[in-house]
């Protein structure tokens, strides 16, 4: 079983319209948690860090729910530009984990 | 300030030759990384420097592959006797400490034909 698991996708989204997805990670003492956004054949880039108490930074929310042991993202007016494949990643004492990525489309 | 950077870009060689890969950190960050990427595939982790403590090496497919970190900066990752598997980007990242984001490069892409 991978540590961290995400559903690959592909979202496709209408512009405009609300996207979500989680993922699970397998390491109840996993202390940071992140997601990275990662557009095709360059490098990922941080979105957003992910707090327990949630977090919400423009269009974009995350969650994080650690009894079991998921954090989402929810991505708010898709705009044709957040097309990417997100990463979920986890930290834990130091040693990140990343997920495969889900891939997200918007489309006009 | 300046980011993460990585040489050379694009490397292409000759399968059994060997290779080195540079990794410039972001200034001040004492923990660095080394992930590879094949084409269409998630990041494999290969190797995690922090600080002075001991590298974990435990993501490095063979002794083929090395790294090592001077200074407490610059990294090199080395691979010998190169082969066609190990063609893939690979991406280098640093954060300033334990339980903080990481900041990527730009990669080095290689080709071994």
């Known amino acids: 079983r991978k540590e961290v698991e995400q559903d690959p996708g592909p979202f496709n989204v209408p512009e405009g319209a609300t996207v979500a997805f989680n993922c699970t990670y397998s390491n109840s003492a996993s202390q940071s948690f992140f997601w990275y956004r990662q557009d095709c054949r360059k490098e990922p880039k941080l979105l957003m860090s992910v707090y327990s108490s949630g977090n919400e930074d423009g269009r974009f929310t995350a969650q994080l729910n650690r009894a079991s042991q998921y954090i989402s993202l929810l991505i708010r007016d898709s705009k044709l530009s957040d097309s990417a494949t997100y990463l979920c990643?986890?930290?834990?004492?130091?040693?990140?984990?990343f997920g495969a990525g889900t891939q997200v489309v918007v489309t006009p | 300030g300046a980011g993460v950077s990585q040489s050379p870009s694009n490397k292409v060689t000759e399968k059994g030759k060997d290779v080195e890969l540079r990794c410039d950190p972001i200034?001040?960050?004492?923990?660095l990384y080394w992930y590879r990427q094949s084409l269409g595939q998630g990041l494999e982790f290969l190797i995690y420097f922090q600080g002075n403590s001991a590298p974990d090496k435990s993501g490095l497919p063979s002794d083929r592959f090395s790294a090592e970190r001077t200074g407490g900066s610059v990294s090199t990752l080395t691979i010998q006797r190169t082969q066609q598997e190990d063609s893939a980007v690979y991406l280098c990242a640093s954060n300033r400490m334990q339980g903080y984001e990481q900041y990527f490069g730009p990669g080095t892409r290689l080709t071994v034909t």
């Open positions: 200034s001040g960050h004492t923990a």
């Open positions: 990643v986890v930290d834990s004492w130091g040693k990140f984990q």
